[in-house]
């Protein structure tokens, strides 16, 4: 027994943090696209954060419940339903025995992910739970999610199962569901945008770009392409061009690269990058802006705007703490 997948949605995968350290074995990293959508869905169902969880991708699942269990839903703007009401976003969720959850599709925003306390009984090749389709590896077997699929969860650890005591107890009998009262802090909430502006700094390659292209990176607007996916986001705009014709070397990739090939427009790479890049590298966005842009929508404009490296990692520390403060809040909550 588990959850029983009535309708698998148009993308939905099993994903963690990504599978790291085999990189140089031409493994991709993977792993969640919007990893504090990610992260703070597992910190309210008490798991760890890099437990594997569902991402869910434009139309999401209908998913049944064999039996209960405590589960959180983050990310993009959803309207999960059970028994006729909206389940609360970015909180963790008491669902009984033989309820449904519907997810339907996102109002805005890509991708929204769900938690389920204890994590889901799956096997983890290469010490990561996170499906990479191309290879036909990590999730459930290697695969989408599809119709009449059963997920098996394990049982929840001791901080979830404290959390579960006391949703019940604060809950009346009858409800559809149980939930808190409290949500997540506005600073730890993502700034997801129908527009966004996503914070750079300089890419490696970064001075071999005409002037004027640099202007345009930083003043113009750029559109995601149809064909952008979780391996990399394609933008249309002003062609960004070198100052001369040069030959470049493949050399290390992460995620937020951007990259210029020969006709211009830049490539931002995701989650599913390839392991090395050869293109040059105009611009980093910066780890906490990543978000943001797993959450842009095809056709969407964007705007980047250039920072320096200390406000970088002040932006990064405030995040931190904002998880910290988080994960206290839930320890504090389930004594």
């Given at each position: 027994?588990?959850i029983?997948?009535?309708?698998p949605?148009?993308?939905?995968t099993?994903?963690?943090?990504?599978r790291?350290?085999?990189?140089k074995f031409?493994?991709v990293?993977g792993?969640?696209m919007?990893?504090l959508a990610?992260?703070v869905?597992?910190?309210?169902?008490g798991n760890?954060?890099?437990?594997?969880?569902?991402e869910i991708?434009?139309?999401?699942?209908?998913?049944?419940?064999?039996?209960?269990?405590?589960i959180?839903?983050?990310g993009?703007?959803?309207?999960?339903?059970?028994?006729?009401?909206e389940?609360?976003?970015?909180?963790?969720?008491?669902i009984?025995?033989g309820?449904?959850?519907?997810m339907?599709?996102?109002?805005?925003?890509?991708r929204?992910?769900?938690?389920?306390?204890?994590?889901?009984?799956?096997?983890?090749?290469m010490?990561s739970y996170s499906t990479?389709?191309?290879?036909?590896?990590?999730?459930?077997?290697?695969r989408?999610?599809?119709a009449?699929d059963?997920?098996?969860?394990?049982?929840p650890?001791?901080?979830?199962?404290?959390?579960?005591?006391?949703?019940?107890?604060e809950?009346?009998?009858?409800?559809?569901?149980?939930?808190?009262?409290?949500?997540?802090s506005?600073e730890l909430?993502?700034r997801y945008a129908?527009?966004?502006?996503l914070?750079?700094?300089?890419?490696s390659?970064?001075e071999?770009?005409r002037?004027?292209?640099l202007?345009?990176?930083?003043?113009e607007?750029?559109?995601?392409?149809p064909?952008s996916?979780?391996?990399?986001?394609r933008?249309?705009?002003?062609?960004?061009?070198l100052?001369?014709?040069?030959?470049?070397?493949s050399?290390?990739?992460?995620?937020?690269?951007?990259?210029?090939p020969?006709?211009?427009?830049?490539?931002?790479?995701?989650?599913d990058?390839?392991t090395?890049?050869g293109y040059p590298?105009?611009?980093?966005?910066?780890?906490?802006?990543l978000?943001?842009?797993?959450?842009a929508q095809?056709?969407?404009?964007i705007?980047?705007?250039l920072i320096d490296i200390?406000?970088?990692q002040?932006l990064?520390?405030?995040?931190d703490?904002s998880?910290l403060?988080?994960?206290?809040?839930?320890?504090m909550?389930s004594?």
């Amino acid at each position: 027994m588990g959850i029983y997948v009535i309708k698998p949605g148009v993308l939905t995968t099993i994903q963690d943090m990504g599978r790291f350290g085999y990189q140089k074995f031409g493994v991709v990293a993977g792993g969640a696209m919007d990893t504090l959508a990610y992260r703070v869905a597992n910190i309210l169902v008490g798991n760890e954060e890099a437990e594997a969880s569902l991402e869910i991708t434009v139309v999401g699942p209908t998913l049944y419940f064999e039996h209960a269990a405590l589960i959180a839903i983050c990310g993009a703007a959803f309207k999960p339903m059970i028994d006729g009401e909206e389940l609360p976003l970015w909180r963790p969720v008491w669902i009984e025995a033989g309820q449904t959850l519907h997810m339907g599709s996102a109002k805005q925003g890509m991708r929204a992910y769900i938690a389920v306390a204890g994590g889901f009984k799956l096997p983890k090749p290469m010490n990561s739970y996170s499906t990479y389709l191309r290879a036909q590896i990590g999730g459930l077997e290697g695969r989408m999610l599809k119709a009449d699929d059963v997920l098996q969860i394990r049982p929840p650890n001791e901080r979830s199962t404290k959390i579960i005591d006391k949703l019940k107890r604060e809950n009346k009998k009858g409800d559809s569901f149980a939930s808190v009262s409290w949500k997540v802090s506005d600073e730890l909430l993502p700034r997801y945008a129908l527009q966004p502006v996503l914070r750079v700094l300089p890419g490696s390659q970064f001075e071999f770009f005409r002037p004027e292209s640099l202007q345009s990176l930083f003043q113009e607007p750029f559109v995601v392409e149809p064909q952008s996916d979780r391996m990399g986001y394609r933008l249309k705009g002003a062609a960004l061009q070198l100052k001369e014709a040069r030959e470049l070397l493949s050399e290390p990739v992460v995620m937020g690269t951007v990259q210029v090939p020969s006709d211009g427009n830049p490539i931002v790479l995701m989650a599913d990058r390839q392991t090395t890049g050869g293109y040059p590298k105009i611009a980093q966005v910066i780890s906490v802006d990543l978000p943001l842009l797993a959450q842009a929508q095809i056709g969407n404009p964007i705007r980047f705007e250039l920072i320096d490296i200390k406000e970088a990692q002040r932006l990064k520390m405030i995040m931190d703490l904002s998880l910290l403060q988080l994960q206290l809040t839930i320890k504090m909550y389930s004594l």
